[in-house]
């Protein structure tokens, strides 16, 4: 408790920060999804009351899951009712409870260093794009501001696009300025300062927002900004009626089999996607802090359990707002359970003051989230490591901007390995000559896929020659290399070839082999 009291000041100030970018994410996560706007919120919630402990991670923040937006859409037209898709949540996150018990949570170490970081780049990059449209007043596509679907990202292009051609003047103005005093408060000049250093510029920029749009129905009505471009949150009128808004699970669907295939790819897509962003939040975390995937996983499990009981969508630990969460200076899990109380409060009593935020204001807080997650320098530093860091890095971009974040992070994994198996290839064997003596030494582990350059190798040694073939190093090699290697003995005498062999013994394995 006494860690968790020390770093309260910068928890309580980074899960204000959380909370104002996730209140409109979760109520867009949900329409996108075509479900109630109530069961993002209900997600949200859950994310931060419930998961932020049971998790492992001290500054991942969890909530209802954009990547999922397509699967949920699709569920509660196949199955006709979102009573019957809340119950394949709870199977889901009864499965991801099972996965926990079972360590599947070692999958994510298996992600390589530039594929997590390609995904944050382009998120960083999605975010960009998604938000100057809100930024310049442009807010067609509300509901797709976390998501990474295909058709998502060409539309964001294209209202990029329309973005720039149609700027609204006054939100412009709000999101200039906030960008201003988020970019200024970071520098030494504000640091400086003690009392204005313990005041998060996210909160500065809010309050910017808010005070501009006051002045402006005082005395320039003309640059008012509109309701559409304002947050926009359903108003209960007591705490009786958010517990009217919960729904259970129609567990009538019991009996209906796509309900089991659906918490099937729930679970696998959404631990998948939790994986990943716990990995990647491990890489920004300051202190370097590595999270337990395992309890992960479990926690996970139990949030979406809760959330599909209560009428909520599918959750999973997101990248977006555990970046804005580290960004603003989060220290420990306090930050995300402080976000979920404050979707709570917030619902129950102050709806009617969080709608007079401008939406620019959150979009200005993105925007420098995005450039810390995708800036120049990132790019110069995987270009500096070689093609085979480059690449992957590159790839997984683009892979994500164009398809979608799954998608793009299996076309990323596919070009890492392939980097890993190259590189393997070749220094999984080495031969080496001096004068007439050849030495074929073997590395580590040496499997099949290595046949062929041994096959080489072999080839290349003259007749008439000696050669060593080393394997102590070695701590594994497959059957075909010894197979292979058998062969070539059985052929070295006609060929006058002197062989040597170090830490082999084929008599065990190979019968038929003369050593």
């Known amino acids: 408790m006494d860690y968790y009291l020390k770093h309260l000041r910068q928890d309580l100030s980074a899960g204000l920060v959380v909370f104002l970018v996730a209140l409109p994410l979760c109520l867009g ?290 990248i977006v707002r555990s970046s804005a969460n580290i960004n603003a200076g989060g220290q420990t899990r306090m930050s995300s359970f402080v976000h979920g109380v404050l979707l709570l409060l917030s619902i129950l009593f102050c709806a009617q003051f969080l709608n007079t935020i401008p939406m620019a204001c959150l979009a200005a807080i993105l925007l420098q989230t995005a450039y810390k997650l995708a800036k120049p320098k990132l790019f110069l530093e995987f270009y500096r490591k070689g093609w085979n860091q480059f690449l992957p890095f590159v790839i997984t971009i683009v892979a994500i901007l164009v398809t979608d974040l799954l998608l793009g992070i299996g076309i990323g994994m596919a070009c890492g390995f392939f980097f890993v198996l190259k590189a393997n290839f070749h220094s999984a064997i080495t031969l080496t000559q001096h004068g007439s003596l050849f030495l074929l030494r073997l590395h580590k582990d040496v499997s099949f896929l290595n046949k062929a350059l041994l096959r080489k190798y072999l080839r290349v040694v003259p007749d008439g020659s000696e050669l060593i073939i080393d394997g102590v190093k070695a701590q594994f090699i497959d059957h075909d290399i010894m197979e292979t290697i058998s062969d070539f003995l059985l052929a070295a005498p006609e060929r006058n070839i002197e062989v040597e062999l170090h830490g082999l013994e084929f008599s065990q394995l190979i019968p038929s082999s003369p050593h």
């Open 29 to 318: 996560v949900a329409l996108a999804s075509g479900a109630p706007l109530f069961s993002g919120i209900i997600a949200g919630i859950v994310g931060g009351m419930v998961v932020a402990w049971a998790s492992g991670s001290q500054l991942s923040v969890s909530g209802p899951a954009a990547g999922l937006t397509v699967i949920v859409f699709n569920a509660i037209e196949t199955l006709g009712g979102f009573g019957g898709f809340l119950l394949s949540l709870v199977m889901a996150g009864i499965l991801q409870l099972g996965l926990g018990f079972l360590k599947a949570g070692v999958i994510g170490a298996f992600f390589p260093a530039s594929v997590i970081n390609g995904m944050l780049a382009a998120i960083g990059l999605i975010l960009f794009i998604k938000q100057i449209p809100h930024a310049t007043g442009y807010d067609a596509s509300f509901e797709g501001d976390e998501s990474y679907m295909r058709e998502t990202a060409e539309s964001s292009l294209f209202e990029l696009y329309q973005a720039l051609d149609a700027i609204t003047a006054s939100v412009t103005l709000v999101s200039i300025v906030a960008l201003l005093i988020l970019i200024v408060w970071d520098t030494y000049l504000v640091k400086r300062w003690t009392f204005l250093a313990i005041i998060p510029a996210p909160l500065i920029a809010v309050m910017w927002g808010v005070l501009y749009n006051n002045i402006a129905l005082q005395f320039a009505p003309d640059w008012v900004i509109e309701s559409k471009h304002l947050v926009s949150l359903p108003e209960l009128n007591s705490p009786r009626a958010f517990f009217d808004q919960l729904q259970l699970p129609d567990f009538s669907y019991l009996t209906n089999l796509s309900v089991y295939s659906l918490a099937v790819s729930l679970a696998i897509i959404a631990s998948i996607e939790t994986l990943l962003s716990i990995e990647a939040v491990d890489k920004l975390d300051p202190h370097k802090r590595i999270a337990p995937t395992n309890r992960e996983l479990k926690a996970q499990g139990l949030g979406n359990i809760i959330s599909g009981l209560m009428g909520g969508l599918p959750i999973t630990a997101v």
